[in-house]
């Protein structure tokens, strides 16, 4: 395979600076070309703040008792969950091979532990909602409200996504491009009925040759002295042509996961979700989307949000993190199967087998139950990934068993090692560049891979 | 068709200043002094007071700045703001997740504006063309069946009324800036044979232009 080089990526550039895409359908670009790695993204967010606890980090409620909160400084809280699916015996916890354990709220994400990658322990370093997710996102910690970076996906994109008609898709989800071609930059919706809009032509009194005129007028201003040196008024009129070709790609058919046809209808029975207006705006909906904008060759990352809701401070701790967790889980689940289920051009291989996915959210919450039944924020977090050439079926780092600090680990074994590092977001995202050939630090966040993610 | 479009071309980068307004003259920096990728950061010493970097409307002003221009907003069937729909899709705080707005000219942001200018414009024809002369906000110099072949200063005029109206540009007339408007309409005429639609065209093209969405 002919790995993505400087000098091709710089090319590259020039290229997709012109708009976004060239209106073709990239798989069969990029597939047949061999000029990039077949490597493809899905990151899903959990909005809020996730609890490990209750899903990717969890603890032996036999072992840390409440009567040892005061040495421990974890309270797992079991006993106090309310769910009015299910019922938990005295350890919730689910078991998924020897010594392996997940919180009981990982749903059908359980089901496929022999594909995951589990880091635990990871430390984010901030305790802002904002903070956290850019953090995540862009790998660096941001100055005060401002990103200092592009989101790993715009990296992502731009070294691989040449060729697609939309390389970057982001649903309710930010995304930042800093210092990348403007191509590579995400198309950020609500909803996938406000994709469906954006990729709708809307009917208007106006034929194609006034449309047309228009577009010469606008393209005519756009290409003045006073606008060219505008940075913004040349992303505006890149923008405005991408429209055109975007428009004239005729994508819109691909998403309209409410059509009443045998493939839709399919689709969103396995996902679980109603062709209606409620349905279509669901994290179900939003996962189908990921898979499709993905698979279709629309998309080289795909940006999804799974679980919302999960800021969990007070009672509803025990009513609403779990389900809400678990939901998102399943959706992930989802991804994962549907995935396996379609195949890779006529390669025999699966696209899950090029696709990773992410699950994260943007930190975690107290190992501690507050004054108020809930959690607060804390630093300490985990992420999961499956897919592409993550090496399942293993946990990288921890958390301390006294109050959930992160834990050093070794970057190659992801062992806990007392002469490793605190992972950051960052180690991952290096590590999810190398996979796609890419072993120069063009993030620039000075750390190196977590290579135990990969084989 | 091409005299005109070549007339576009060669007008359509006009700057010069119009007299009787008050901004000074610009100070024109050469392309070719400015380095590429570098934003809207220009050497100091060549900034004029009237170079500062642009900025695009947020959301809620451009919704207002369209209903003010043309007396409509941008709604659905059941009379429901789109914009405020698609708020989350453009970059609207919503101030649980968000505090700030997403003022990229992205292409999303392309779309739905161009989705807009094409829905009220549409209704703006409509309405204008049963409004007597004085209640036109959008005729008021023109009759809507003017052309430019027959009745070219008035429709001059009405154009530069409403380069005033919609981008706050106050030209002379004759002024060079004004060609590239004549000729979308002479052009939309042409092609369409239909006077309601070139001025269509027009409304169009002032809503969707920067001028319009950035300041």
Redesign the interface.
């Known amino acids: 395979m002919t790995r993505f080089n400087r000098r091709r990526f710089l090319g590259s550039t020039v290229l997709g600076g012109l708009g976004?895409g060239l209106g073709l359908r990239s798989f069969p670009v990029a597939l047949a070309s061999g000029d990039k790695a077949d490597r493809y993204f899905i990151f899903c967010y959990f909005?809020g703040g996730w609890d490990p606890m209750l899903g990717l980090d969890p603890r032996d409620p036999a072992v840390f008792t409440n009567n040892v909160v005061g040495d421990t400084r974890i309270h797992t809280g079991y006993e106090l969950l309310q769910d009015n699916d299910e019922e938990f015996g005295p350890d919730p916890r689910v078991q998924v091979a020897e010594d392996v354990f997940f919180g009981p709220y990982i749903g059908d994400l359980a089901d496929h532990w022999a594909d995951l990658a589990v880091v635990r322990g990871m430390s984010m370093e901030t305790l802002g909602?904002?903070g956290g997710r850019q953090r995540f996102i862009t790998g660096k910690l941001p100055s005060g409200?401002s990103v200092r970076g592009s989101s790993a996906t715009t990296h992502l994109a731009a070294l691989l996504g040449t060729d697609n008609d939309i390389p970057n898709l982001s649903v309710?989800v930010?995304s930042y491009n800093l210092d990348q071609p403007a191509f590579a930059?995400a198309?950020?919706?609500?909803?996938v009925p406000?994709l469906l809009?954006?990729l709708r032509p809307?009917?208007?009194?106006?034929?194609e040759?006034?449309k047309r005129?228009?577009s010469?007028?606008?393209a005519?201003?756009?290409?003045?002295?006073?606008?060219?040196?505008?940075?913004?008024?040349r992303?505006?009129e890149a923008?405005?042509a991408?429209?055109d070709e975007?428009?004239h790609a005729g994508l819109d058919a691909q998403f309209d996961f409410g059509a009443d046809s045998a493939s839709m209808a399919n689709l969103r029975t396995h996902y679980g979700f109603e062709g209606d207006n409620t349905g279509l705006r669901s994290a179900e909906a939003q996962g189908a989307l990921a898979v499709t904008a993905i698979t279709s060759g629309i998309s080289r990352c795909a940006t999804v949000r799974v679980a919302n809701g999960l800021d969990t401070h007070g009672s509803n701790w025990a009513t609403d993190q779990g389900p809400r967790q678990r939901r998102g889980f399943n959706v992930i689940a989802r991804m994962i199967e549907d995935l396996k289920n379609r195949e890779y051009g006529q390669t025999g291989e699966s696209w899950f087998e090029h696709t990773t996915v992410v699950g994260f959210s943007e930190f975690s919450r107290t190992s501690r139950i507050n004054a108020q039944g809930g959690r607060d924020h804390a630093l300490t977090n985990a992420c999961v990934l499956a897919g592409g050439n993550i090496v399942g079926g293993q946990i990288i780092g921890r958390s301390s068993d006294v109050g959930l600090a992160p834990f050093p680990t070794s970057l190659t074994t992801g062992q806990p090692d007392e002469a490793g590092e605190l992972i950051h977001p960052e180690h991952i995202h290096r590590a999810l560049l190398a996979d796609a050939g890419v072993t120069e630090d063009v993030m620039d966040v000075r750390v190196d891979p977590l290579m135990a993610l990969l084989p | 068709m091409k005299r005109l479009l070549l007339a576009a071309l060669l007008a359509g980068c006009a700057v010069e200043a119009p007299t009787g307004t008050e901004a000074p003259p610009r100070v024109q920096v050469p392309v070719d002094e400015v380095v590429e990728d570098t934003g809207d950061l220009i050497a100091a010493k060549e900034l004029a007071p009237d170079l500062r970097g642009r900025r695009r409307l947020n959301i809620d002003q451009i919704n207002a700045s369209i209903r003010t221009t043309t007396g409509f907003g941008w709604v659905d069937d059941d009379g429901d703001d789109r914009f405020e729909q698609l708020a989350e899709t453009l970059g609207k705080p919503d101030y649980v997740q968000n505090t700030q707005e997403d003022l990229a000219p992205s292409l999303v942001f392309q779309k739905f504006l161009t989705d807009a200018a094409h829905a009220v414009c549409g209704e703006l024809m409509s309405a204008e063309y049963q409004r007597q002369p004085e209640q036109r906000v959008f005729f008021v110099h023109a009759e809507p069946s003017d052309g430019v072949a027959e009745q070219k200063a008035a429709v001059e005029e009405n154009i530069r009324y409403l380069l005033l109206r919609f981008h706050s540009r106050k030209l002379d007339a004759g002024a060079d800036e004004l060609d590239q408007w004549l000729w979308l309409h002479e052009s939309g005429e042409f092609v369409s044979h239909d006077a309601r639609l070139a001025w269509t065209a027009v409304c169009v093209g002032l809503i969707t232009h920067p001028d319009f969405y950035t300041y």
């Open positions: 976004l909005g909602h904002g409200s309710n930010e930059s198309l950020r919706v609500g909803s406000d809009a954006t809307e009917g208007t009194d106006l034929d040759e006034a005129q228009i010469q007028l606008l005519d201003a756009a290409s003045c002295p006073d606008a060219q040196r505008s940075k913004l008024l992303e505006a923008a405005r991408g429209v975007l428009l």
